[in-house]
């Protein structure tokens, strides 16, 4: 019992008014509380159930196209020769392929320097790109015999100064100059050698480097000109020659700057990885089947995960009475029966999914005969691609369309759970408004008790004087005495 009494009466009035508030609170409470709940599980359900739909409409996004279906696989017979690729505008057919040279990059050794800390000398070197004509020590005579220069590349010119004349600083600078050539130091017994490499295959980029030397001789083998390679002066051995890679397509002889042929066969991209030794190899493409398959088995995947998450949140048992918080919902039935509608309805003059072995259980859920959906993949691919991507009226492009419709933006949920939200947010507002109405229902409840207890309070004052005076009177036995 709360020990705080009325003054006059001796009533536990704050006890009496907390009990009559929380009396008439309760219920409402309750009921507010229930309500709260119920709306907050719809909105959770609406969650989960858009978020089924959009993982759904992500796996229709690789069948709603013509293209989603064109994709091609290349195989080589040899893959120490070549690999392949294919895009979805190369032809299916076989080609023979044969690698006689691969392309290879231009490399440059300077002479021999005691380390990398000897001074090379200071001046500019200019690089320029082409085609060098030049007969190597073997079988030699070593002579460099032309060069023609590339129009379209710009030459490169490399300040070499007190801050980066030695060998170490001259390779720096020609790697920051990011010019087209690679700089290392490499030791061969004899000494450092700055060797030089163009970052391209190819015969047309090989480099020509002339130099403007500080010591006032350009040509001579002492001082920055020691790099030189030009027709005026060849102080740097060519160690490798820039070549094209030499190759034939179905004996047809072709050459490539580089060991990547993206442009000799039509959506094919050849990569040469060595020379032939015996027969060529044969490189075979044809429609990737595969990534079909794997893309339809995703689409139903994702459907059969939404069909699960819309009955189980619209389930009913019987048994037990319990009910999913979409159980009776009109939107939530109404969108499962669309959907399942749009999928698995035949296609004008495509068919049916269940033409190729796709069918619907007793649960709603898909399933797939896998010999039957091989059997139709590799006998009319095209058909498999119309069933699904025929513009406007294909499983995919129809149901993409559908699903639009209610995930986006003012869509179908947008608009329940816009609704549902306000209808959570109003509840705050209703418990407010009990909130106050309470505050002034217990004022009220106090100030009538208050009064009662005030009353009570004459009420014992006046008989306990009642009682004093009566007990003053005298009684007839007592006059005797």
Do not use: C, K, W
């Not at 068919?351 to 009319?380: K, V």
Request: net charge negative.
């Amino acid at each position: 019992m709360v020990q705080a009494t009325g003054i006059g009466s001796g009533l536990d009035i704050e006890g009496l008014v907390t009990q009559l508030v929380n009396a008439e609170r309760a219920p409402v409470e309750n009921r507010l509380l229930q309500r709260e709940t119920r709306l907050t599980s719809e909105l959770s359900a609406f969650g989960r159930l858009q978020s089924a739909l959009a993982s759904f409409q992500d796996r229709l996004a690789r069948l709603d196209s013509a293209a989603d279906f064109s994709g091609r696989n290349a195989s080589s017979s040899d893959d120490g020769v070549v690999t392949a690729s294919a895009t979805g505008e190369a032809a299916s057919a076989s080609y023979s392929v044969r690698a006689d040279q691969l392309a290879s990059a231009q490399s440059l050794a300077s002479t021999a320097f005691a380390d990398s800390a000897a001074v090379v000398g200071e001046g500019t070197l200019t690089l320029r790109f082409g085609s060098t004509d030049y007969t190597p020590a073997d079988p030699g005579p070593a002579s460099y015999n032309g060069f023609t220069v590339d129009a379209d590349r710009d030459p490169v010119t490399i300040t070499i100064d007190d801050s980066n004349n030695t060998l170490a600083g001259v390779r720096d600078a020609i790697n920051a100059a990011d010019a087209g050539v690679g700089a290392s130091i490499v030791a061969d017994g004899s000494g450092a050698r700055l060797l030089l490499t163009a970052d391209e295959t190819g015969v047309t980029n090989s480099v020509e480097i002339t130099v403007d030397d500080n010591d006032g001789n350009d040509l001579d083998a002492s001082g920055l000109s020691r790099l030189a390679f030009n027709g005026d002066a060849a102080n740097l051995e060519q160690t490798a020659a820039g070549t094209d890679a030499a190759f034939s397509i179905n004996g047809l002889a072709l050459t490539s700057a580089s060991n990547t042929v993206a442009d000799a066969v039509d959506g094919v991209s050849l990569t040469l990885r060595g020379v032939s030794e015996g027969q060529p190899a044969t490189v075979s493409v044809e429609a990737d089947r595969g990534a079909v398959r794997s893309a339809i088995e995703r689409f139903v995947e994702a459907y059969n995960g939404f069909v699960r998450t819309a009955g189980e949140l619209t389930r009913y048992d019987a048994e037990t009475g319990n009910a999913g918080p979409l159980q009776g919902d009109i939107s939530a039935r109404s969108i499962l029966d669309q959907v399942r509608r749009s999928v698995t309805d035949s296609v004008g003059g495509a068919g049916s999914l269940a033409e190729l072995g796709i069918t619907t259980g007793a649960d709603g859920t898909l399933s797939i005969d896998d010999g039957r959906l091989s059997d139709a993949l590799e006998a009319d691919l095209p058909s498999v691609a119309a069933l699904f991507s025929t513009e406007g009226t294909g499983v995919a492009t129809r149901t993409d369309a559908l699903l639009d419709g209610y995930l986006r933006s003012g869509g179908l949920f947008d608009t329940r759970t816009s609704g549902i939200q306000a209808r959570v947010d109003g509840i705050a507002d209703d418990r407010e408004a009990l909130n106050r109405r309470l505050d002034a229902l217990e004022s009220r409840y106090r100030a009538q008790f208050n009064a009662l207890d005030s009353l009570l309070a004459e009420l014992q004052s006046t008989g306990d004087f009642v009682a004093q005076q009566l007990a003053n009177i005298p009684l007839p036995g007592d006059r005797d005495n």
